[in-house]
């Protein structure tokens, strides 16, 4: 391993994220991973590298990284002012650092969520099979912590995205989802509610989104055995107001769950900021 990058700024959060965690959410571990697959997958597959690499997630920007050694790299994600030493550079497409240049990831403007990735991928060490960071155990990135890569890793050319291919980032969002196993436990009205109205987007984190819009009511107070939960379930707590559970969330869940978001419109939802609405669209049975 080479030091690639010393963080200088620390923006709102940050974190290390490969595939993900698979095969211990038996034992209550989430499966991490990146909150917006698609722009993690493509900044990848641009660098060429292998599938299982990892990326530097961060939410909202406010980074600034001093470049220890020259590499390789592409940002991917959430429409940002990007600056190498105070001029802009492109997304979706490779630029270089040499030793000492400054990078900094200014205001996003549209999405939420960036992705920072080197030729080769970062490089740390493994917690149980994956380099995902793990918040309960902890390794958080913060001022003065270096990212390291592979050695001799660079591209002589570059390399990106076809701008009209690039994913686009709405502020109104339609997402295709399953009924849940309680969907069926909330009232007509409520039911209809939820699949004809749009949700706005109230705030959140890596374990889950909060919305705020009609609020939900079940046809009897009664409780619920906790069930599997996943990356996309919709849960409604008593407030009434939906939750959808992310990347970190918790494996097993006790509030009732009225629908499940298909896996391929998940990047959208990681992209939300605040205010922006969604709408459910229930998938054919």
């Known amino acids: ?7 200088k700024k620390q ?14 959410r038996a034992y209550g571990i989430p499966l991490s991973g990146p909150m917006d697959k698609i722009s993690f997958r493509v900044a990848h597959s641009i660098l060429n590298n292998g599938k299982y690499q990892t ?3 961060m939410f909202i920007g406010g980074f600034e990284f001093q470049a220890l050694n020259e590499g390789t790299y592409v940002l991917t994600g959430a429409t940002c002012d990007c600056l190498v030493n105070g001029s802009p550079i492109e997304m979706w497409k490779t ?5 000492g240049d400054i990078l900094s990831i200014k205001s996003v403007t549209h999405g939420s969520i ?11 060490d493994p917690i149980l ?7 309960i155990v902890g390794n958080a990135i913060n001022v003065g912590s270096i990212l390291y890569g592979q050695n001799g890793e660079t591209l002589r050319f570059t390399r990106g995205l076809y701008a009209p291919f ?7 969002i339609t997402v295709r989802i399953f009924k849940g196993p309680h969907f069926d436990l909330f009232t007509e009205e409520s039911k209809q509610q939820f699949l004809n109205n749009s949700y706005q987007f109230a705030g959140g984190n890596r374990m889950g989104y909060y919305f705020k819009g009609n609020v939900l009511l079940l046809k009897d107070i009664k409780d619920i055995l906790s069930e599997a939960t996943q990356y996309g379930t919709i849960q409604v707590p008593q407030s009434g107001e939906p939750i959808v559970l992310m990347a970190d969330a918790q494996t097993v869940g006790g509030y009732p769950i ?3 978001i298909h896996e391929d419109d998940l990047h959208k939802v990681a992209q939300m900021r605040m205010f922006n609405t969604i709408r459910f669209a229930l998938m054919e049975e």
């Open 1 to 7: 391993m080479k030091p690639l990058l010393m963080v």
């Open 11 to 24: 923006g709102v959060y940050g974190s290390l994220q490969d595939q993900g965690r698979y095969g211990y």
């Open 55 to 57: 990326s530097f997630e």
């Open 95 to 99: 630029f270089q650092l040499v030793k």
């Open 114 to 124: 960036v992705y920072l990735t080197p030729k080769g991928g970062f490089r740390t």
């Open 129 to 135: 099979g994956s380099k995902s960071c793990l918040p």
């Open 166 to 172: 690039r994913p686009i980032v709405n502020t109104a």
């Open 258 to 260: 009225i629908a499940t």
